[in-house]
Protein backbone atom coordinates (compact mmCIF):
# COMPACT_ATOMS: atom_id res chain seq x y z
CA UNK A 1 0.00 0.00 0.00
CA UNK A 2 1.79 3.36 -1.16
CA UNK A 3 2.69 5.99 2.08
CA UNK A 4 0.02 8.10 1.08
CA UNK A 5 -2.58 5.69 1.57
CA UNK A 6 -1.81 4.59 5.22
CA UNK A 7 -1.34 8.37 6.00
CA UNK A 8 -4.86 9.06 4.83
CA UNK A 9 -5.81 5.68 6.93
CA UNK A 10 -4.37 6.77 9.82
CA UNK A 11 -5.61 10.51 9.91
CA UNK A 12 -8.76 9.28 9.61
CA UNK A 13 -8.71 7.43 12.42
CA UNK A 14 -7.57 9.64 14.47
CA UNK A 15 -10.00 12.22 13.34
CA UNK A 16 -13.10 9.37 13.88
CA UNK A 17 -11.26 8.65 17.55
CA UNK A 18 -11.18 12.15 18.58
CA UNK A 19 -14.87 12.49 17.96
CA UNK A 20 -16.08 9.41 19.58
CA UNK A 21 -13.65 10.71 22.45
CA UNK A 22 -16.10 12.81 24.96
CA UNK A 23 -13.12 14.94 27.05
CA UNK A 24 -13.36 19.01 27.52
CA UNK A 25 -15.53 20.54 24.91
CA UNK A 26 -14.17 23.78 25.76
CA UNK A 27 -16.75 24.05 29.24
CA UNK A 28 -14.26 24.10 31.71
CA UNK A 29 -15.45 20.38 33.26
CA UNK A 30 -17.21 20.47 36.32
CA UNK A 31 -19.80 24.14 37.06
CA UNK A 32 -18.16 26.62 38.95
CA UNK A 33 -18.78 26.40 42.35
CA UNK A 34 -20.54 29.62 42.76
CA UNK A 35 -23.85 30.77 40.44
CA UNK A 36 -23.67 32.84 37.71
CA UNK A 37 -25.98 35.55 39.36
CA UNK A 38 -23.67 35.54 42.80
CA UNK A 39 -23.53 39.39 42.18
CA UNK A 40 -27.30 39.72 43.16
CA UNK A 41 -26.84 37.92 46.85
CA UNK A 42 -22.86 37.85 48.13
CA UNK A 43 -21.91 40.83 49.68
CA UNK A 44 -18.47 42.71 49.71
CA UNK A 45 -16.50 41.72 52.94
CA UNK A 46 -12.99 43.06 51.52
CA UNK A 47 -12.39 45.80 49.66
CA UNK A 48 -10.40 45.91 46.12
CA UNK A 49 -6.99 45.49 47.14
CA UNK A 50 -3.89 44.39 46.10
CA UNK A 51 -2.92 40.73 46.27
CA UNK A 52 0.37 39.28 46.80
CA UNK A 53 -0.90 35.32 45.92
CA UNK A 54 -3.36 36.77 43.56
CA UNK A 55 -1.77 38.24 40.50
CA UNK A 56 -3.82 41.55 40.14
CA UNK A 57 -5.97 43.10 42.72
CA UNK A 58 -9.16 41.20 44.46
CA UNK A 59 -12.43 42.04 45.93
CA UNK A 60 -13.60 39.49 48.33
CA UNK A 61 -17.31 37.91 48.26
CA UNK A 62 -19.34 36.24 50.85
CA UNK A 63 -22.37 34.33 50.23
CA UNK A 64 -25.46 34.95 52.69
CA UNK A 65 -24.98 31.94 54.89
CA UNK A 66 -20.50 32.65 54.48
CA UNK A 67 -21.49 36.57 55.83
CA UNK A 68 -21.72 36.08 59.62
CA UNK A 69 -18.85 33.54 59.79
CA UNK A 70 -16.63 35.58 57.85
CA UNK A 71 -17.46 38.87 59.20
CA UNK A 72 -17.51 38.06 62.51
CA UNK A 73 -14.92 34.83 62.97
CA UNK A 74 -16.93 33.02 65.51
CA UNK A 75 -19.19 30.66 64.02
CA UNK A 76 -18.59 28.06 62.42
CA UNK A 77 -18.63 28.12 58.52
CA UNK A 78 -21.81 25.77 57.15
CA UNK A 79 -21.36 23.30 54.56
CA UNK A 80 -21.25 24.61 51.28
CA UNK A 81 -20.57 28.05 52.33
CA UNK A 82 -18.68 30.14 49.48
CA UNK A 83 -16.37 32.46 49.89
CA UNK A 84 -15.36 34.28 46.34
CA UNK A 85 -12.38 36.47 45.37
CA UNK A 86 -13.15 38.75 41.96
CA UNK A 87 -9.34 38.95 40.64
CA UNK A 88 -8.80 41.90 38.53
CA UNK A 89 -5.88 43.46 36.34
CA UNK A 90 -3.10 44.70 38.92
CA UNK A 91 -3.99 48.43 37.25
CA UNK A 92 -7.27 48.47 37.87
CA UNK A 93 -7.10 50.49 41.03
CA UNK A 94 -11.02 50.45 41.50
CA UNK A 95 -12.35 46.79 40.81
CA UNK A 96 -14.94 47.99 38.36
CA UNK A 97 -13.19 46.78 35.11
CA UNK A 98 -13.86 43.45 33.92
CA UNK A 99 -13.01 40.54 35.75
CA UNK A 100 -10.02 38.69 34.86
CA UNK A 101 -11.17 35.65 36.80
CA UNK A 102 -12.19 33.69 40.06
CA UNK A 103 -10.98 32.12 43.09
CA UNK A 104 -13.71 30.42 45.07
CA UNK A 105 -13.46 28.35 48.15
CA UNK A 106 -16.86 26.32 49.61
CA UNK A 107 -17.24 24.57 52.58
CA UNK A 108 -16.54 20.74 53.42
CA UNK A 109 -18.11 19.02 56.02
CA UNK A 110 -15.86 19.22 59.04
CA UNK A 111 -12.68 16.74 59.06
CA UNK A 112 -13.65 15.35 55.69
CA UNK A 113 -10.80 17.00 53.97
CA UNK A 114 -7.96 17.40 56.30
CA UNK A 115 -5.34 17.97 52.87
CA UNK A 116 -7.56 20.85 51.84
CA UNK A 117 -8.17 22.53 55.15
CA UNK A 118 -12.06 21.22 54.78
CA UNK A 119 -12.40 23.32 52.11
CA UNK A 120 -12.86 22.73 48.25
CA UNK A 121 -10.82 25.09 45.78
CA UNK A 122 -11.67 26.33 42.22
CA UNK A 123 -10.02 28.45 39.91
CA UNK A 124 -12.47 29.79 37.59
CA UNK A 125 -11.80 31.69 34.17
CA UNK A 126 -13.68 34.79 33.51
CA UNK A 127 -16.12 33.31 31.20
CA UNK A 128 -17.04 31.22 34.49
CA UNK A 129 -14.86 27.60 32.84
CA UNK A 130 -13.54 25.94 36.00
CA UNK A 131 -9.47 25.94 35.32
CA UNK A 132 -8.23 24.50 38.50
CA UNK A 133 -9.60 22.47 41.87
CA UNK A 134 -8.16 21.67 44.43
CA UNK A 135 -4.82 23.94 44.06
CA UNK A 136 -2.05 23.04 46.58
CA UNK A 137 -1.06 27.09 46.48
CA UNK A 138 -4.40 27.90 48.08
CA UNK A 139 -4.43 25.50 50.85
CA UNK A 140 -0.33 26.51 51.49
CA UNK A 141 -1.27 29.95 51.83
CA UNK A 142 -4.29 29.59 53.54
CA UNK A 143 -3.21 27.70 56.00
CA UNK A 144 -0.60 30.64 56.94
CA UNK A 145 -3.19 33.73 56.75
CA UNK A 146 -6.30 31.52 58.04
CA UNK A 147 -5.22 31.40 61.59
CA UNK A 148 -6.56 33.07 64.10
CA UNK A 149 -3.75 34.89 66.19
CA UNK A 150 -2.95 36.40 62.89
CA UNK A 151 -6.61 37.57 62.12
CA UNK A 152 -7.57 34.55 60.12
CA UNK A 153 -10.28 32.67 60.80
CA UNK A 154 -11.10 28.90 59.81
CA UNK A 155 -8.36 29.13 56.60
CA UNK A 156 -10.40 32.31 55.17
CA UNK A 157 -7.46 35.05 55.86
CA UNK A 158 -10.30 37.48 57.59
CA UNK A 159 -7.78 40.33 57.60
CA UNK A 160 -10.13 43.40 57.70
Known amino acids: ?13 AALALGACGGDDG ?12 ATTYQQVRNCRNSIEHPGRIRVLAAPDAL ?22 SIDSSCAAEIDNFAVMVKLEPG ?13 SFDRKKTATDVPRCTTCHARCGVPAEGGYDATCTHP
Open 1 to 13: MPQRAVLGILATL
Open 27 to 38: DGGDPPLFPADY
Open 68 to 89: APYRGRSGPFPVGAVVLKEVYS
Open 112 to 124: SSPDTLDWSWQEV
